[in-house]
């Protein structure tokens, strides 16, 4: 059995560095100095230990738009980033709303094994919004679907929501809602406010999401399904779903926050540089800082990235033309880091609780986000807090290299992910 000793680290940032022996799949011992023989030795200098990260919003773009992303290029990604999970989004092509393409997409994802890739099964057949595709079916197939979305349009017709959440509730799936009303965004390019108006572009209001939030949380209430906001990005959608937790009827209803709706705003828009583009849109200071404390006190339950590579003809282009989206796995730490943690928002607890544990949780995973302790999976992310770093969105794993955040330095480096004790990534190269 491989042994690997993981050397003068901090778990949660707690207390004085101690040793991590990782036998196999499993942590087998910890403690100070531990006297022990290991085939590999990382020497961490005191580096924080977390749960490796779990990512509930990524876009692989295999199969069809292999030349923005693939499943391999994505992995490697996700691992530099210190992911051992991600679940990659129903918006390919062909889209995986069946058992054939998600088995594939979660084949890969074994086959290149740097991440455990957990294909989402689209809610409707083709993303159309018009019929239920085949959950079921998705689920008892070999990736064993458990969360359903039609991320990147909205599932708007509230009778095939209520019975997409009536049907998953039959076995624990989940259904994670891209929260757009259409009618309300149509033509729309960036958050509706004095920026996009000034600059002559057709606005994204507010309430289009929140509408959607409010009706979606009431459904779930209703059937007792369990709903997922993804990518929430105004403070009216945290005001609403503070008001719903707060109710003892609240049931099952989780949320995500992306990092560039933690950090960016719509004063982006003047360059006018397509990197800026995303769905939902930049937003305000006001909604930024919202969405931090709503993250903080746990009104939103986890980050997620969003992920979104794009080919250069698609984002090279003009504002209109350009598709919606950016890079997210390896910058997501950084910007966690900066935004949380160095305001004082989140201890290292808690962003083991917003960037693993809770996502484990909401998609049902046995074996992420567990504690660091011994007999756990060894799943793991080191983390070097003090490093600075400066983004190159050229340099990134992804194909795209559509980063917003090029040429930013952020804090918080990933010196080694662990999947199942293996190293996956290790002073930023992939490991084979
Ligand atoms: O910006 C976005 N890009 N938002 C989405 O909902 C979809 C995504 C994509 O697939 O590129």
Redesign the pocket.
Known sequence: MSRLLLKDVRPYGEGDPVDVLVEGEVVAQIGANLDVDADEIVHADGAVLLPGFVDLHT?L?EPGREDAETIETGSAAAALGGYTAVFA?A?TDPVADNAVIVEHVWRRGREIGLVDVHPVGAVTVGLKGEKLAELGTMRRSAAEVRVFSD???CVHDPLIMRRALEYTKSFGGVVAQ?A?EPRLTVGAQAHEGANAARLGLAGWPAPAEEAIVARDCLLAGHTGGTLHI??VSTSGTADILRWWKSRETAGQVSAEVTPHHLLLTDDRLETYDPVN????PLRTDADVLALRRALADGTVDCVAT?H???AAQDKDCEWSAA????LGLQTALGIVVQTMVRSGLLDWRGVARVMSERPAEIAGLADQGRPVAVGEPANLVLVDPDAEWTVRGAELASLGENSPFDGMQLPGRVVATLLRGRLTAHEGKVRR
């Open positions: 876009h773009r989004m918006n991320d990147g349009h891209h757009e993804c990518h583009k995303v769905n939902p969003d979104a590579p794009h598709k919606p989206g950016m």
